[in-house]
């Protein structure tokens, strides 16, 4: 089966460090979108990108976080300079509409700043 | 604006009973419907969706979800609980309209299914 790769699975940094994130999402799909997962606010939609250009990033603390994707076969997030409060889940999903609607996700980074 | 309520953050059956998760939505146009499904430490694996035509759609893992526009509902229903099925449950939403259709999903708070055996 076709599969979203994200990388690192686990990361631990101190406050104040960059983090990157990335994605290598199934090729030929032409929507990708990065996700953070918390307990308190649940799965929130950070930004996405249709055929590599960004559409949306509102959901993200823009003085900190930035999303590329440089070709299509990687997307990145990177948080500079990172807090306690970004500690999450953060998940890469990609999918293909309007052909095919049901994003796959991938396993995940969980991030935890120190 | 769409959103998604999940009534119930908790829900416990018994091994072999009926599975009910609730989800309601709020849309300005027909929607596209997901439910997905997070074990422990895992992504999102999608069960089911719904899109256009047949109200029920069913899923993998014995799933299946009816689209109720007058209701606007679209509970996830399975006849027979397995321990296997615990896990955590997300019912989504997407404006298939806006954004190219590629707006994205909104997610509910999710459920947490728990099995008794």
């Known amino acids: 089966d076709a599969r979203v790769t994200q990388t690192p699975r686990h990361k631990v940094t101190e406050m104040g460090q960059e983090v990157t994130m990335r994605c290598q999402p199934i090729l030929g799909h032409n929507t990708v979108f990065w996700y953070r997962q918390t307990m308190m606010q649940g799965l929130e939609l950070l930004a996405y990108?249709?055929?590599?250009?960004?559409?949306?990033d509102s959901g993200m603390p823009k003085d900190r976080f930035s999303a590329e994707m440089p070709d299509a076969t990687l997307a990145t997030l990177k948080i500079q300079p990172s807090e306690p409060r970004d500690s999450a889940v953060y998940f890469c999903?990609?999918?293909?509409?309007?052909?095919?609607?049901?994003?796959?996700f991938g396993s995940g980074t969980r991030l935890t700043v120190v | 604006a769409q959103s998604v309520t999940q009534l119930g953050s908790h829900v416990s059956v018994s091994e072999g009973a009926l599975v009910l998760l609730r989800c309601n939505y709020s849309?300005?146009?027909?929607?596209?419907l997901f439910w997905y499904v997070q074990y422990p430490n895992q992504g999102l694996q999608l069960l089911l969706k719904?899109?256009?035509?047949?109200?029920l759609v069913k899923g993998i893992n014995g799933f299946e979800a009816e689209f109720k526009k007058s209701e606007t509902s679209f509970h996830l229903t399975k006849p027979s609980a397995h321990m296997s099925d615990a896990a955590e449950y997300f019912c989504?939403?997407?404006?298939?309209?806006?954004?190219?259709?590629?707006?994205?999903?909104?997610f509910g708070k999710g459920t947490h299914l728990i099995i008794q055996p």
């Open positions: 849309s300005s146009v027909p929607p596209y």
């Open positions: 990108f249709r055929n590599r250009a960004p559409l949306d």
């Open positions: 719904y899109t256009t035509g047949a109200t």
């Open positions: 999903a990609s999918g293909d509409p309007p052909n095919n609607y049901g994003y796959t």
């Open positions: 989504a939403v997407t404006d298939p309209y806006s954004g190219g259709g590629a707006d994205g999903l909104t």
